[in-house]
């Protein structure tokens, strides 16, 4: 298993879309949002433990420690892999305490922002992590699908959130999982990738074609692939 | 009144210095406290409300206003406590137990006090046993549940059967919303309201208060 410390982007745009902007943003808005992203480079932490892991098709996907990913939809994006990686990545626990303090300090604008800021930065976080993956797999001349994460999309059950916590030793960032399959700190993400020869390499890195909540200012979808 | 006029105009701005300024001046006015805050601060967050709903205006512009509200609002809840004025209604609310997201009910929270309800908030991760001993304990017109995933919304229905089982369910309206809930999950969980944001909570909360009182 490996671990690796990030330096990532806010890109302030992208909050502000998030924000629910389209166009014109008021100047104060726009200045509130900027200073924000600066002050938010000083307690985000972004870390990521990841590991590589061989299976078995046998009942679903069959792993090392004989857990089994048994959800078709994702049984059938991963089934041709040769290999899947595992990661688990987080920004770590100061931005939490930062949106909760504002929120209960009554500044919502403030707790809303940072809480924008941290979905913006675990989404960069992703992407990239993916490209690099990507990359490797290019160069290898295979392939990587999308993130499949439990819990969202097409992985309907978020209990196999336990399979991909006792694959990676998640201590070593900070990430622990609740009772209920929730990942704290709360700006942290699970996911899955299946890389190999038959594997087409996804447009995205995150496809939300399976998601049901089609009014979500973070969909994307982009249903097809590149070889 | 100018000056409510006034506090509401700066409100809807979101200058919350020049809200505290007038609110302080209509003190020393000597306006009635529950006036100030029924015509110039929830009347401003009304309009706020729908200028959301209609979408001239974004969430930020909402949170903006809402901090305005809240400046105002400190000055005022000391004497208005003091006088013993009363609330459009008490609201109980938290996310049900298993789910420690709480965006959405923080900002259903905040409508809430911005239209005059009193909201006790229980945070995160409420066991349907601790909802059930704030309705013993406060005795709120509406009890307000959120949670964001398919997971964690059953423990909405568990909550209200723990109601039923305490002899409390005729007695608290009992609201229902969050990223994965629905309007026929609401009615099949046996829920008064459904709301898909918090601006539509706050309209449906006066709604069902207005029915149950």
């Known amino acids: ?227 | 009144m100018a000056i409510l006029q006034e506090i509401s105009e700066n409100l809807q701005k979101g200058y919350a210095p020049k809200v505290t300024e007038l609110v302080k001046q209509a003190l020393n006015n000597k306006l009635d406290p529950l006036q100030i805050l029924n015509d110039g601060l929830i009347n401003g967050m009304n309009i706020v409300g729908v200028k959301f709903r209609n979408n001239e205006i974004y969430v930020p512009e909402v949170l903006i206003a809402a901090r305005a509200m809240y400046a105002g609002l400190n000055i005022l809840r000391p004497i208005l406590t003091q006088t013993g004025a009363t609330y459009v209604g008490r609201v109980v609310i938290g996310t049900v137990k298993g789910d420690i997201h709480d965006i959405g009910k923080n900002l259903v929270k905040m409508m809430m006090e911005g239209a005059g309800f009193e909201v006790i908030d229980l945070g995160v991760d409420v066991s349907p046993e601790k909802f059930v001993d704030a309705v013993k304990n406060y005795k709120p017109d509406i009890l307000g549940m959120s949670a964001l995933l398919t997971t964690t919304m059953l423990n909405m229905k568990d909550t209200i059967e723990a109601l039923k089982s305490e002899n409390l369910r005729d007695k608290v309206v009992v609201m229902v919303g969050g990223a994965a809930v629905t309007e026929s999950y609401a009615v099949e969980i046996g829920a008064n309201g459904y709301a898909r944001d918090s601006v539509s909570a706050v309209e449906r909360a006066k709604e069902l208060v207005l029915n149950y009182k």
């Open chain 1, 1 to 227: 298993m490996q671990v690796k410390n990030y330096q990532i982007e806010i890109d302030k745009y992208l909050v502000l879309k998030y924000l629910g902007y389209k166009d014109k943003v008021p100047k104060d808005i726009l200045d509130e949002v900027g200073e924000c992203v600066d002050e938010s480079y000083g307690f985000i932490k972004p870390a990521i433990c990841f590991d590589q892991l061989k299976f078995k098709f046998k009942d679903g996907i069959l792993l090392p420690d004989e857990s089994i990913i048994k959800v078709q939809y994702i049984v059938e994006v991963l089934k041709r892999s040769d290999y899947i990686v595992m990661a688990v990545m987080t920004l770590g626990k100061e931005i939490e305490d930062k949106i909760s303090t504002f929120f209960a300090r009554n500044d919502y604008m403030k707790g809303m922002i940072y809480d924008v800021i941290g979905n913006v930065g675990l989404e960069y976080m992703g992407k990239r992590f993916w490209q690099e993956l990507a990359e490797v797999a290019k160069k290898d001349g295979i392939g990587i699908t999308q993130s499949l994460n439990p819990g969202t999309g097409g992985w309907k059950d978020i209990k196999d959130q336990s399979i991909i916590f006792n694959n990676l030793n998640t201590s070593l960032i900070g990430v622990e999982l609740t009772d209920a399959f929730m990942m704290k700190p709360m700006k942290s993400l699970s996911m899955v990738y299946g890389i190999g020869k038959a594997v087409k390499t996804s447009l995205v890195d995150h496809d939300c074609a399976e998601c049901p909540l089609i009014d979500c200012p973070y969909r994307k979808e982009v249903a097809k692939c590149i070889n």
